[in-house]
T-cell receptor, first 113, second 116 residues
Framework: GQQLNQSPQSMFIQEGEDVSMNCTSS?????WLWYKQDPGEGPVLLIA?????ELTSNGRLTAQFGITRKDSFLNISASIPSDVGIYFC?????????????FGTGTRLKVLA | GAVVSQHPSWVICKSGTSVKIECRSL??????MFWYRQFPKQSLMLMAT?????????EQGVEKDKFLINHASLTLSTLTVTSAHPEDSSFYIC????????????FGQGTRLTVV
């Protein structure tokens, strides 16, 4: 199935550092979502973006909806050990009118205390 | 956020048997639910879109007779893996959309299926 390209694929950072990851697509999306998944669990929604250029924060997390509507990025400031996990972006496609969500390949984050 | 509950969390079944997984929206009505499959260290692959009161829309390559989806009410969708085989072992996750087509979706906790 279709997937979004997410980078980096994985990253190791020191506690307290800022983290940045992005998601790109060849298609235009109307909605961008960012999720975090812990092992053996379902993804948890972090931030939802609905308009091109929109910048939204949720605590230490900030995400932006790219102007071209083909990309989005997520920043995590002052990382802490519990930030470890896999981060997925998801874009909403209106193909065939189903408004389904296409997921990125994921960024695996590891935080070193 | 909205709460989506998936049951069971894990199941082990014998090859050739069928397994049913339930996905419930606990505090909202969901006209649309999605079923995903996830292999270890990989992303979520959409299997089908489930719409209340109508037939599910399956993604290309997903066998609709193998993975039966029923969305009989606004709070419940079920996925039945029929005649399961070891290659069907995977992590299955559902999500439910909270409102109109452009809104976000919330996920259940997932079901780990092991076919022996």
């Amino acid at each position: 199935g279709q997937q979004l390209n997410q980078s980096p694929q994985s990253m190791f950072i020191q506690e307290g550092e800022d983290v940045s990851m992005n998601c790109t697509s060849s298609s235009i999306f109307n909605t961008w979502l960012w999720y975090k998944q812990d092992p053996g669990e379902g993804p948890v929604l972090l931030i939802a973006l609905y308009k091109a250029g929109e910048l939204t924060s949720n605590g230490r997390l900030t995400a932006q909806f790219g102007i071209t509507r083909k990309d989005s990025f997520l920043n995590i400031s002052a990382s802490i050990p519990s930030d470890v996990g896999i981060y997925f972006c998801a874009g909403q496609s209106t193909t065939s009118g189903t408004y389904k969500y296409i997921f990125g390949t994921g960024t695996r984050l590891k935080v070193l205390a | 956020g909205a709460v989506v509950s998936q049951h069971p969390s894990w199941v082990i079944c014998k090859s050739g048997t069928s397994v049913k997984i339930e996905c419930r929206s606990l505090d909202f009505q969901a006209t649309t639910m999605f079923w995903y499959r996830q292999f270890p260290k990989q992303s979520l692959m959409l299997m089908a879109t489930s719409n209340e009161g109508s037939k599910a829309t399956y993604e290309q390559g997903v066998e609709k007779d193998k993975f039966l989806i029923n969305h009989a009410s606004l709070t419940l969708s079920t996925l039945t893996v029929t005649s399961a085989h070891p290659e069907d072992s995977s992590f299955y996750i559902c999500s439910a959309r909270v409102g109109p087509s452009w809104t976000e979706a919330f996920f259940g906790q997932g079901t780990r299926l092991t076919v022996v």
